[in-house]
């Protein structure tokens, strides 16, 4: 849980080095972080059929 609390710092970070658009920036990182998000998710199943299928 303690990722999370880096999020809006590193929002900041992209939002101070992309001065020219900050609206698409703010935008790519979110949705970066989304698809973080789910590719966690993914492995997470692909772990649990792989787990269930050694049995």
Same mark, same amino acid.
């Given at each position: 849980? &303690? $990722?999370?609390?880096?999020?809006?710092?590193?929002? $900041?970070?992209?939002?101070?080095?992309? !001065?020219?658009?900050?609206?698409?920036?703010?935008?790519?990182? $979110?949705? &970066?972080?989304?698809?973080?998000? &789910?590719? !966690? !998710?993914?492995?997470?199943? &692909?772990?649990?059929?792989?787990?269930?299928?050694?049995?």
């Amino acid at each position: 849980m &303690a $990722i999370f609390a880096t999020v809006p710092s590193l929002q $900041i970070n992209v939002v101070r080095h992309g !001065k020219e658009a900050p609206n698409l920036v703010s935008t790519l990182n $979110i949705s &970066a972080f989304n698809v973080g998000n &789910a590719l !966690k !998710k993914v492995g997470h199943l &692909a772990l649990q059929v792989v787990d269930e299928r050694g049995d």
